[in-house]
T-cell receptor, first 118, second 112 residues
Framework: GAGVSQSPRYKVAKRGQDVALRCDPI?????LFWYQQALGQGPEFLTY????????KSGLPSDRFFAERPEGSVSTLKIQRTQQEDSAVYLC????????????????FGSGTRLTVV | QKEVEQDPGPLSVPEGAIVSLNCTYS??????FMWYRQYSRKGPELLMY????GNKEDGRFTAQVDKSSKYISLFIRDSQPSDSATYLC????????????FGAGTRLFVKA
């Protein structure tokens, strides 16, 4: 596709419910990232995939958060037993750059999924 | 203390003004510096990218990096109402990984 697509755009979950957020990156982009953006804050790194390999998951806040990208394209971020503090916008981004450097360094972000836990 | 500090504003300017946005950071290992623009209910979009110190110009936008002071700036000339958005500074390390650290963002309003 032309851009990074995320679904759903909005999700309301009851506390304790499991949710799954989907990201369709730009075709051919090898790198995929998940970020969490709380209201009035900048995005915070959650996890990074290079193709299907999850190379960095240091930003996942707890073991309730799990991400996968089994075929190196679509990725799913799953949150188990959601809590109110999980309410945020979850952003997915992709990049064609494997190693840092070059004028095209930077991500292409999707519009995010706004998760509200009630 | 956060690794990247950015004044959240809001910053309100008249159309045509020169806008100055800036960030400070604490990690001297950062090598890549970026500015993203984020409209309401949209994802951030990359505006400017700079490697190490120096200036970079692209149309009405100029990015400056002063690594000795750990200070980066974005200047917007002839600001337009369409520039009204949140501007996020971002930076990352030179070695491996892709973790990018973002500032909290500065909300800018350009009044017609």
């Amino acid at each position: 596709g032309a851009g990074v697509s995320q679904s759903p755009r909005y999700k309301v979950a009851k506390r304790g419910q499991d949710v799954a957020l989907r990201c369709d990156p730009i075709s051919g982009h090898v790198s995929l990232f998940w970020y969490q953006q709380a209201l009035g804050q900048g995005p915070e790194f959650l996890t990074y995939f290079q193709n299907e390999a999850q190379l960095d998951k240091s930003g996942l806040p707890s073991d309730r958060f799990f991400a996968e990208r089994p075929e190196g394209s679509v990725s799913t971020l799953k949150i188990q037993r959601t809590q109110q503090e999980d309410s945020a916008v979850y952003l997915c981004a992709s990049s064609q750059v494997v190693g840092a450097g070059g004028d095209d360094y930077g991500y292409t972000f999707g519009s995010g999924t706004r998760l509200t836990v009630v | 203390q956060k690794e990247v500090e950015q004044d959240p504003g809001p910053l309100s300017v008249p159309e045509g003004a020169i806008v100055s946005l800036n960030c400070t950071y604490s990690n001297s290992a950062f090598q890549y510096f970026m500015w993203y623009r984020q409209y309401s209910r949209k994802g951030p979009e990359l505006l400017m990218y700079t490697y190490s110190s120096g200036n970079k110009e692209d149309g009405r936008f100029t990015a400056q990096v002063d690594k000795s002071s750990k200070y980066i700036s974005l200047f917007i000339r002839d600001s337009q109402p369409s520039d009204s958005a949140t501007y996020l500074c971002a930076m990352s390390l030179n070695t491996g990984g892709f973790k990018t650290i973002f500032g909290a963002g500065t909300r800018l309003f350009v009044k017609a």
